[in-house]
T-cell receptor, first 112, second 115 residues
C-alpha cells in the first residue's frame, strides 16, 4: 500500500531562518510527489511537484524540494522564511489510479 | 478562469439531517475529485469522476454518501442522516486531460459542522 508520512506535526521557526519540512513516502512503484500549502479556511495550493528528471525541484514562494529515491523522501526547504509562510503544509503522492494520498500535515509557524 | 468553486462555504446542521454540497470545477476539466479533511489531518480521497462516470469510491464513502456529476460539469455530494463524525472540511478538486490527472486544482472547501 502507498502512504505518506510527515515527520513533524509542528515546526516553529523565527523569521528569516531556514526551514525544512520532512516527508517520507512508501510505494512499490514510481510516484509523482507534491507539496501543497493550506492557509486558514482555504483550499490547497500547489507549491511544487516532482514528476521525473532533476531531483531538485523549485516551486513558488521560494520553496524547493529534493526527491531522494533511496531514502524515499521528498523534503521541503526554504532558505529564509517570512511571516506570511505561516500555514499548514501537506506532502502528497499521486496514486496511478487517480487519487492523491496526503500526509498528516505540518504546521509551520513563523515568529517575528 | 475562476478556479474551482464550492458552495456553501460553511454548513451547520443537526444530526440526522441531510445536506448537499456543490462543486463547480474549472471549465473543461474532465476529472472531478472529492476529498474529506478532518481537523489536524490531511485530506482523504472519497471519490472521483471522469466526465459523468464515477470511476472510484473510497471505503470512507458509506451508504449515506452519494455523489453525482450528471452532465460532466458540476458535481454534488449528498450526505444523508448526518452524524457528528461527518463534521469535516469537504474539498473538491479538478484536473484536465491536457494537464494530467495528477495536477489537481482545489476549491476552498465546504466546512460541515454536525451538532
Amino acid at each position: 500500500a502507498q502512504s505518506v508520512t510527515q515527520l513533524d506535526s509542528q515546526v516553529p521557526v523565527f523569521e528569516e531562518a531556514p526551514v525544512e519540512l520532512r516527508c517520507n513516502y512508501s510505494s512499490s512503484v514510481s510516484v509523482y510527489l507534491f507539496w501543497y500549502v493550506q492557509y486558514p479556511n482555504q483550499g490547497l495550493q500547489l507549491l511544487l511537484k516532482y514528476l521525473s528528471g532533476s531531483t531538485l525541484v523549485k516551486g513558488i514562494n521560494g520553496f524547493e524540494a529534493e526527491f531522494n529515491k533511496s531514502q524515499t523522501s521528498f523534503h521541503l526547504r526554504k532558505p529564509s522564511v517570512h511571516i506570511s509562510d505561516t500555514a499548514e503544509y501537506f506532502c502528497a503522492l499521486y496514486n496511478q489510479g487517480g487519487k492523491l494520498i496526503f500526509g498528516q500535515g505540518t504546521e509551520l509557524s513563523v515568529k517575528p | 478562469d475562476t478556479g474551482v468553486s464550492q458552495n456553501p462555504r460553511h454548513k451547520i446542521t443537526k444530526r440526522g439531517q441531510n445536506v448537499t454540497f456543490r462543486c463547480d470545477p474549472i471549465s473543461e476539466h474532465n476529472r472531478l475529485y472529492w476529498y474529506r479533511q478532518t481537523l489536524g489531518q490531511g485530506p482523504e480521497f472519497l471519490t472521483y469522476f471522469q466526465n459523468e462516470a464515477q470511476l472510484e469510491k473510497s471505503r470512507l464513502l458509506s451508504d449515506r454518501f452519494s455523489a453525482e456529476r450528471p452532465k460532466g460539469s458540476f458535481s454534488t455530494l449528498e450526505i444523508q442522516r448526518t452524524e457528528q463524525g461527518d463534521s469535516a472540511m469537504y474539498l473538491c478538486a479538478s484536473s484536465s486531460r491536457s494537464g494530467g490527472a495528477h495536477e489537481q486544482f482545489f476549491g476552498p472547501g465546504t466546512r460541515l459542522t454536525v451538532l
